[in-house]
């Protein structure tokens, strides 16, 4: 479900990275603590403000109750959450790696990158071709997509970890960003320590506060 909340002059405050926690489940609901959400990315316009998009995934109750809002719904959230990507100040080859629907943050973030004059490559993989998350999207917003399926269904055969080596050497690339599963995020960051390729990861878990007093 791709959700998009007006949220204002906060918009200005969230940066690629950054994620957002939300109560769930009305007043009424046993479900107390909030729900986290990477924000996928954030806009503003003169004629509804500041927006910011989510992608999520129906699995658990709190993020069920959220996909069954409806429009006009008025939420409790706390925004901008977590450390924001790291942006370099000068021009460099990046390349993006995500997940499935975890990839969803990705595509603010090579906005920000092009905007700064960096190269731009991304992979994007899944278990398979229907939860690679907007490969049209991704295709118009970087310089080179790249999309591995572990079943074969669409792009290369097996996980993005199986690519990686590759891409980094023969685009010469100069820092990783990655955004899905912890394993696969594991699995990158052995990748970037061996190559000796700087990498910065968001990942999505359940926390109890979203602020780092709940340890």
């Given at each position: 479900h791709q959700i998009i909340i007006n949220i204002g002059e906060v918009a200005a405050t969230c940066k690629p990275g950054n994620f957002v926690a939300i109560s769930v489940g009305g007043d009424s609901s046993r479900m107390v603590l909030r729900r986290a959400f990477a924000i996928s990315r954030v806009s503003t316009s003169s004629t509804v403000g500041g927006t910011m998009e989510l992608i999520v995934a129906p699995h658990?109750?709190?993020?069920?109750?959220?996909?069954?809002?409806?429009?006009g719904v008025v939420l409790d959230l706390v925004a901008p959450?977590?450390?924001?990507?790291?942006?370099?100040?000068?021009?460099?080859?990046?390349l993006l790696v995500g997940g499935g629907y975890g990839s969803a943050p990705l595509f603010g973030l090579s906005e920000v990158l092009k905007n700064r004059g960096c190269r731009v490559d991304m992979v994007?993989?899944?278990?398979?071709?229907?939860?690679?998350?907007?490969?049209?999207?991704?295709?118009r917003s970087v310089n080179s997509l790249t999309i591995v399926t572990e079943d074969g269904t669409t792009g290369i055969t097996g996980k993005v970890t199986d690519v990686l080596a590759e891409i980094i050497e023969t685009?010469?690339?100069?820092?990783?960003?990655?955004?899905?599963?912890?394993?696969?995020?594991?699995?990158?960051?052995?990748?970037?320590?061996?190559?000796?390729?700087?990498?910065?990861?968001?990942?999505e878990e359940a926390m109890a506060c979203g602020i780092g007093v709940c340890m």
């Open positions: 658990g109750q709190g993020s069920k109750w959220l996909c069954q809002q409806g429009e959450l977590g450390t924001a990507f790291g942006i370099p100040t000068e021009p460099v080859r990046s994007l993989g899944a278990s398979t071709a229907m939860k690679i998350y907007a490969p049209l999207d991704g295709k685009n010469q690339i100069d820092i990783l960003y990655s955004c899905g599963p912890m394993g696969m995020l594991e699995a990158i960051n052995t990748i970037s320590s061996k190559l000796g390729i700087v990498h910065q990861c968001a990942i």
